[in-house]
């Protein structure tokens, strides 16, 4: 069974400071790789995904993430972060083949504060 | 277009009574799933409708009774909840059961 950590439970960073976010994941081969953001009340929103060929994948509103099979990590990166970008952010594992029926493994979270 | 939408946005429900929440997508997805989300926690996989039929249901309390009318409808029949139901409850679809996942804004339900 795959699993997923975010090591950091909160993060606080200035607006326009970069940002990263850490996720690895534990998963018997090339799993898909997923980052949501979400804020306060809201539902979950897709940054960006990985499920094969460039390492290296950008997303929605400046973010990006790179895939490293030989740490097990797919961390979200942003270089320059805004006030806006104050929210949970998941990390998500999906197991490939159809008996998986899609079932996402979600990290605990990373709560980023941004500061004037 | 990636919306998926979900009523009502919020609930207020006593013990004993019998609600159901709504979602629904029109991007001809084949699969629907329901979440439960406590606060400062991740979402819990609840159930996956794949082509209309329940793939998962993950050991779910018999209170909670899941519909997929058609491809584009997914309910949640709530009755005889508990208070500690209270919670986000979050609805997704994808093209397919392995897939990206697009969720819709939640329904907020507190049991009193």
């Known amino acids: 069974a795959q699993s997923v950590t975010q090591p950091d439970i909160h993060i606080t960073v200035s607006e326009g400071a970069s940002l990263e976010l850490r996720c690895n994941y534990s998963?018997?081969?090339?799993?898909?790789l997923f980052w949501y953001v979400q804020s306060p009340g809201q539902g979950l929103q897709l940054l960006l995904k990985?499920?094969?060929?460039?390492?290296l994948v950008q997303g929605i509103k400046g973010f990006e993430a790179e895939f490293k099979r030989s740490q097990s990590s797919f961390n979200l990166r942003k270089p320059s972060v805004h006030w806006s970008d104050a929210a949970e952010y998941f990390c998500a594992v999906g197991a490939r083949g159809t008996d998986s029926w899609g079932k996402l493994q979600f990290g605990a979270g990373t709560q980023v504060v941004v500061t004037p | 277009d990636t919306e998926v939408t979900q009523t009502p946005k919020h609930l207020v429900m006593g013990m004993t009574n019998k609600k159901s929440l709504k979602c629904e997508q029109h991007m001809g997805h084949r699969a629907m799933y329901w979440y439960k989300q406590k606060a400062k926690k991740p979402p819990e996989l609840m159930f996956v409708y794949s082509y209309e039929k329940l793939s998962i249901n993950e050991s779910v309390p018999s209170r909670f009774s899941p519909e997929c009318p058609n491809s584009s409808l997914l309910n949640l029949h709530l009755h005889a909840l508990q208070p500690e139901d209270s919670a986000l409850y979050l609805c997704?679809?994808?093209?397919?059961?392995?897939?990206?996942?697009?969720f819709g804004p939640g329904t907020r339900l507190t049991v009193l």
């Open positions: 997704a679809s994808s093209p397919a059961s392995v897939d990206t996942q697009y």
């Open positions: 998963y018997g081969a090339t799993p898909y």
């Open positions: 990985y499920f094969s060929g460039d390492t």
